[in-house]
């Protein structure tokens, strides 16, 4: 028996069936708001703390595995995890309802945007939700830490990679990449045990070419035949475009975004940069992971070559060509992260990894809180050093009551997440409309 299956079997009291779990990745896709580590602390819940269907160790191993990935690793963690559970079939199913849900609210929001050019209900039913998000964030930064920091050198890779990412504003593949290295070559020769030698991987050299055939396939292909037959050359530019940033960007959704924005408004000029930000705050407010900007983009820049029509087929293509390598990545990779995580050095640059995520998790609660209570933040520059400063006038009362509420619902009164983010969106609309 390969090793993967004893662990899981181990660490849960029953296997889930495929329908089980497809009900979990369809909740887990509607209440994926606020970006990769709220997404992240909502699959930690739900999958290892609430039903123990992924050890901790397992959870963490794909964790670090897929923030080495270029992609959301948010949505790639919830392929594994469905991969790990049911196979193929499983990743597709948990990727795909991570995604969906989002998608359709982002391809309805940007159609509104379209026509309209703004969406102010959006925003106030959305309020109490940021709020929340910052509690979940920061439930994720607590659970994360507890687990990944395990001796003083672990807390300092997190202290630094905090400090890169924040201050220094770092490259984020530089940060996992020094964490990797650390890791591997200051491993303790003590961790090295004869039981790594039973850890199979459940990947062979011939099954993962094919795979890596196959899904290259299903990603390149489509794309070229839309190209190829529409009147259009802005749909060939979408395929092409973010393809590419499917293949160069490291560190999620933020690190893409930065490198997006500019080609995007200056190089392309599908979008202005204040509707660029528009399209931003749609995806921060709606479930799914935050890359789901590319969709509103792709729509849009699609919509004024040829209307309604070709706005749709461009948001599919923005859809495809940022996620279908997602399934390349984890589809190939997957059977041998079980391996990676036993074998010493590996091992321990993976947990290097998981420490730097900590930093990483601890960067973006700092940056998602700051949006979500004040209304004007703005990045100051001394040399080296960048400092996010907010305008303390621009303090949102409204969103600092939603997120004390919220907190006492949460951790005091144990409230279901959705029980919870129900509330704060009625809650955020109503403060909205009354007191403006």
């Known amino acids: 028996m390969e090793s993967a299956a004893t662990d899981t079997d181990t660490a849960q009291p029953h296997a889930p069936t495929l329908a089980e779990a497809t009900r979990v990745w369809a909740r887990i896709g509607v209440l994926s708001f606020g970006g990769p580590a709220a997404q992240i602390a909502l699959m930690h819940r739900e999958i290892v703390d609430e039903r123990g269907w992924l050890t901790e160790q397992q959870f963490l191993n794909a964790l670090s595995f897929c923030m080495f990935l270029p992609g959301p690793e948010a949505m790639q963690l919830a392929t594994y995890s469905g991969w790990r559970l049911h196979g193929t079939i499983g990743g597709l199913i948990a990727g795909l309802l991570f995604v969906l849900p989002g998608a359709a609210v982002i391809l309805a929001l940007g159609t509104v945007y379209a026509y309209l050019g703004d969406v102010p209900l959006v925003s106030a039913l959305f309020l109490g939700v940021k709020a929340t998000v910052v509690l979940i964030v920061v439930e994720a930064l607590l659970r994360v830490a507890k687990k990944a920091l395990s001796g003083v050198a672990h807390w300092i890779i997190a202290a630094l990679a905090f400090i890169g990412i924040f201050f220094l504003a770092l490259p984020f593949p530089l940060i996992i990449a020094a964490a990797a290295a650390y890791g591997f070559i200051f491993a303790r020769s003590s961790d090295d045990s004869g039981s790594n030698a039973e850890v199979r ?90 890359i789901l900007v590319t969709e509103f983009v792709g729509f849009l820049a699609a919509f004024r070559e040829g209307g309604f029509a070709l706005g749709l087929v461009g948001a599919l293509v923005a859809l495809w060509a940022t996620f279908a390598p997602c399934f390349l990545w984890i589809f190939a990779g997957a059977p041998f992260i079980d391996w990676i995580g036993a074998q010493p050095r590996l091992k321990a640059a993976l947990s290097a990894i998981s420490a730097a995520v900590v930093g990483v998790i601890l960067n973006l609660t700092i940056w998602f809180a700051l949006h979500v209570f004040f209304t004007a933040v703005e990045a100051k520059k001394s040399g080296p050093l960048v400092l996010w400063t907010p305008e303390l006038a621009s303090l949102d009362w409204r969103a600092v009551l939603l997120s004390a509420v919220c907190a006492v619902l949460l951790f005091r009164l144990h409230w279901d997440l959705m029980r919870v983010l129900a509330v704060a969106s009625a809650g955020g609309a109503a403060l909205v409309f009354a007191v403006g």
Not at 216 to 238: E, K, N, Q, T
Not at 269 to 281: H, P, Q, R, Y
């Open 201 to 290: 991987s459940g990947g062979s050299l011939g099954g993962t070419l094919t795979t890596i055939a196959v899904w290259l396939s299903i990603w390149v292909l489509p794309l070229a035949l839309v190209g190829l037959l529409s009147p259009s050359p802005v749909l060939a530019d979408i395929g092409f475009f973010f393809s590419k940033l499917a293949v160069v960007t490291f560190g999620g959704a933020y690190a893409v975004l930065a490198y997006m924005a500019q080609d995007v408004v200056n190089q392309f000029g599908w979008l202005s940069a204040g509707e660029m930000m528009d399209g931003l705050g749609l995806a921060e407010t709606t479930p799914g992971p935050l």
